[in-house]
């Protein structure tokens, strides 16, 4: 390739690395700031029937003891967590790791364009 073609190339990677870095920082910085809401991978909150209070009929089976113990943790967990603060963790872990990766691939195509330049150089 001539010297031209390879510097060109290296710096359009160069340029496309450091974009992406720039990028992925700017919308985790919007993330955690809570200008905007983190990609919804997870929505772990539970549909629940609308009934009138007193209706609710509990029938307790011979076997029906890890469904109460479910209902009682599920009760107590409720009580501790705000709605919906599982799912925003989950959703904030999981664009901490997408960003980490998107950080990792910018940095391995600027050090891509950051060699290629240095070969053009040296021919």
């Known amino acids: ?17 450091v974009g992406v870095i720039i990028w992925t920082l700017f919308l985790s ?7 905007t809401d983190a990609p919804a991978l997870f929505d772990l909150e539970k ?9 609710e009929e509990i029938i ?3 076997g029906d003891f890890p469904g109460e113990i479910e209902e009682l943790l599920e009760d107590q967990f ?14 904030l872990i999981a664009w901490s790791v ?11 195509l600027a050090t891509l364009g950051i060699k290629i330049l240095k070969e053009g150089k040296r021919e």
């Not at 001539?2 to 340029?15: D, E, P």
């Not at 409720?78 to 959703?91: E, Q, V, W």
């Open 47 to 55: 549909e629940e029937e609308n009934l009138p209070p007193g209706t």
């Open 60 to 62: 307790i089976e011979e």
């Open 78 to 91: 409720s009580t501790m967590l705000p709605a919906g603060a599982m799912g925003k963790m989950f959703n």
């Open 98 to 108: 997408l960003a980490f990766i998107l950080i990792f691939g910018g940095s391995h």
């Open 29 to 35: 910085y919007n993330i955690f700031t809570g200008e």
């Open 1 to 17: 390739m001539s010297k031209k073609c390879l510097k060109f190339f290296g710096a359009v990677l160069l340029i496309l690395g």
